[in-house]
């Protein structure tokens, strides 16, 4: 198998079988620590007879690899639970039901997921917009003053914590301007304009802070790629620098700039805690902090695994787009 | 009004002065080599030609003109209006001199844009139509590759491509050929004498090798110390040379017309190699590099193993020092005993760990061999260093203190530090100048006699091995094509490929020069 196509299904199979090894080590992980499962999720007064009860019910009592066999059964093709008195189907990808209220996790996920996915996203295109910008204009006025000033400026957007900026924006851009509503989350498919003006102060906090390793980046990249020996030929050969920075330099910069942006996005789908917790937004960094709270194993396994699974995809398409804008790439 | 005019330049990097008081002039359609060792300042002159140190902090001094344009003084619109248009360059690596992310032919349609009013459409014609000068086979198809498609020659020959695009009247080559291998060297020579004979154009070549100059122009200038040591006509500069530097940098450069001063050879066999094998990867990518080779080393002679870019000579060095396994066939030591060989590498700036001081790394065989003896360790080390020239005082400075040459003499007397029977030297020379180079062939050659060591010299310099060698092996996609002693390989060659390896020598004669030029011709028509 060779050329691009081969590139792809070859990455596309990598990307399988490490989804697969993440779940064997979450479920391992979580389930394999010490810790009475079944009396955490009967609740304190219960007796030993209920709490024996409940560990038949959530099959505590079988070998792990049989649960974790069900488990990998009821993603692939899902799974009947009986809860007592009725059975319940629980169709593919089942990840399980809660300990608390016997929802299933799968539904909750797809509650909060929206949420999450607008708000990374959302920020994701300011936060390129913004840091890939301000990394151009520091490499193209390097040594300037004007170099020196978004220098101090980005290092402080590294410095400071999302809730401090989050907070600023919300007192003066809502409270003391009145210029927009305090967040409240409105889905995409209900009211895009809503959705839109309610997002834009997370959004604008979040990517304000991607924004400055963004900026960073992209100005040490091309600050590199500057002092390689082909930019050299291009200015023995009267290119002016515009063409130099805009064309020669900043291609040199892509190949960090979406592997940063993978990792980013990846992490931010369940690891944008603080901002969803500073504007109220219901996402899955959000129930993660609280499943973790109440010992909720199947939720947190479910959470853990999806967050796993968006590092991994976001990494999958990093790399065919590192193909893309690097051919030599291919060959390895 | 001359080509180029240079009046008492001067460039200085901080306290550094590159270049000191430089005067000369280039006449329309002339060729000028200006030769020199590193740092003597010849490429900083080629970089002033063009204005590049401008804005780069560098103190210029003096005047440059170039085409008519004063370098110094000309506004940054004009400047970039001579860069390419009218003097065109091209650099030593032709790797990193061009953009990667880039098609070949994009690139040099974008620098044609820039000069010329001219249609995205048009200048990619004009793209393919001078790499098609060039030589480039089938350039409409290739046009559209990327620089890492290209072999080492091809993207040599597409920047020259790139520097013909604008029909300029002045040509920089810094070092154009350096990257190459010895026939691929020969080709872009050919090349650039083809073009000037064709277009009129003046050529300015920087370069450390007297034969690359010899080959290619008409006046030389010799340069040490940023300043100009002698100018002349080529013939006249080489075939009798005024200045005593001259005479010592024409007397270090290693000839391949010159036989060797025999050494002790014996018949002792110290190594002995048969039907060598080596293969890298597996299933279809499997590769071989070293195929069926079978030496016989003995005591007290050179073996010179000769080849180009991956003709497999480094990977039989490795295999006969024990850092690789062969694939199939063996090595056997002569007479039983352990072979004890040892290996000098190529670049001695890497191959010494840098945090360390050298005599810790001197010392470094010893300790694997198990001795514990602190104070035998450092008087063994004390007594290396001075036996190759350096000082027992020099064992706790670190490889930066050192110039190249002595580095190399560092890693030589590493290699002494087991006694060995055998030193295998992967280019031991390749990144020295001349004159250093010929200090350390001449300290291998004075360690072989005092102590009886086998040497085998891999290297990709023809003259340079035969300057150190008894016998001779070529080596060709992992094959020796010919083997022998080495007056016999390199005055009466019998194989085809030996022949033209030979031919591409640069000569030091410009005559010489002139009918290898020929005699290449009709190699390469057959």
Redesign the interface.
Known sequence: MSGFGGFVLRRAVGTVITLLAISVIVYVVFYATPGNVAQITCGPRCSPEQVHQVAQQLRLDDPLYVRYWHFLQGILVGQDFSTGTSVEHCSAPCLGLSYQGDTQVTQLILAKLPVSLSLVFGAMVLWLILGVGTGILSAWRRGRLTERVLTGITLAGVATPVFVIGLVLMIVVCGQLQLLPFPQYVGLTDDPEQWAWNLLLPWLSLALIEAAAFARLTRAAMLETLA???I?????????ER?IIG??AL??AFAPIIALNANNVGSAVGGAVLTETLFGLPGIGQELVHAVNVVDLPVVVGMVLVIGFFVVIANAVADVLYAV????VV?V | MSLVEVTDLTVGFGSLRAVDGLSFRLEKGAALGLVGESGSGKSTVASAL?G?HRGTGADVGGSVRVAGIDVQEAPDAE???????KA??V?Q?PL???????AVGDQIA??YR??VKASRRAARARAVEVLDRVGIPDAARRARS?P?EFSGGMRQRA?IA?ALACEPDLLIADEPTTALDVTVQAQILDLLHTLREETGMGLLLVTHDVGVAAESVDEILVMRHGRAVEHGLVGAVLGAPAQAYTQELLGAVPRVDAPRTASAVTEEVVLEASGLRREFGRGKKAFVAVDDVSLTIHRGETLGIVGESGSGKTTLGRMLVGLLEPTAGEIKPGGGVRPDVQMVFQDPVSSLNPRRSVGESIADPLRAQGERDEGRIRGRVRELLERVGLEAAHYDRYPHEFSGGQRQRVGIARALAADPRVIVCDEPVSALDVTTQAQVVALLAELQRELGLALVFVAHDLAVVRQVSDRVAVMRRGRIVEYGPADEVYESPRDPYTKQLLAAVPALDPEVAAQRRTARRQLTAV
């Open positions: 390689e020996d082909h050299r030929t291009f200015r023995a050969y009267g290119v002016g063409s064309r020669h291609r040199g804008a690097d051919r030599r060959l | 063009l590049l400047l970039r209006r001579l860069r390419g248009g065109a360059m650099f690596d990193s001199s061009l953009d990667p992310y880039y974008e620098v820039v000069h990327r890492h920047l790139m």
